[in-house]
């Protein structure tokens, strides 16, 4: 887990933008305003999250999934 954690630090620009975009998309359904474009952007994040539970460490699948299936809308 931490190689992976590691690579994605290594590619400075992604790990950056995921953040940035997690940002921007909880300050927008915070707010209210554009909530199904908030979550479509966020689909995507939630899915790798999930991927790398299921394929790289065990525990906390179930909480990944229960993620994934709260987003999807």
Known sequence: MATVIGGFMATKHLFSFVKVLELITGLSLLTRKFIKVALLALLPIT???????????????PMAAELLQRISF
């Open 47 to 61: 899915v790798n999250i999930l991927l790398i539970h299921v394929f790289l460490t065990t525990s906390d699948i």
